[in-house]
């Protein structure tokens, strides 16, 4: 399957095609699909993106980075799908200014809701932002009437179980940005979410 092609037909469907929107450009089987990251908004540049044919894009390398970090060797996009990784962005359009617009992330949740019911063995899902964290908890209380991740700051709450059904909950820090470059405590905080996330997958 083409995650592109899919998720275009998902926005024209929804009527929330624009010119800046960035999708995963991967072909994957779905059912080899058990982790989904889901970072809170795609880059300014889409030469910074993830799927970006550039040869060093930003968002790639920053995270290649926090992978080594939770000692994971990846060279490529492909190598985090062979994994049974799925990375993505809860906005598929950059932000306008410093915060999301509400209305953009309600807008946009058809996206994120196919992307979520795309993988039938999925057992993970990290909310990397309070981006990730909003919109996810937006699709979970339409059907739960709760939140699934308490709307508090990521730091007291990371450490602890969260469940959306069968599947686990990470919710940890945004894993692109020029912050994360002097932020080493952070990067060191994600990479052992990851390195957590690594160990679910293998016992389970």
Known sequence: ?????????IASQNGIISDSMQFPDCELDPAKIKV????EVVPRNPDDWFYSETPDPENRRTAFGLFEGAGVSVKSMRDV???????????????AGYTADPAVIRAQLPLLEAELT?????????????????????IT?????????????TGGIRGNEYYWGDIRVFPTYIMTGKNLIIEKGKCDTI?????RMMEVIKNG
């Open 1 to 9: 399957m083409n995650i592109k092609n899919h998720l275009t037909e």
């Open 36 to 39: 989904i990251m889901i970072n």
């Open 81 to 95: 799908l062979d994994l049974g990784i799925y990375i993505t962005a809860a906005l598929k359009t950059p932000k």
């Open 118 to 138: 795309l993988f039938p063995n999925l057992k993970e899902i990290m909310l990397m932002g309070d981006v990730a964290k909003k919109a996810f908890n937006m």
């Open 141 to 153: 209380k339409a059907r739960t009437k709760k939140n699934v991740i308490p709307s508090k700051p």
């Open 191 to 195: 990479s052992d979410d990851i390195r």
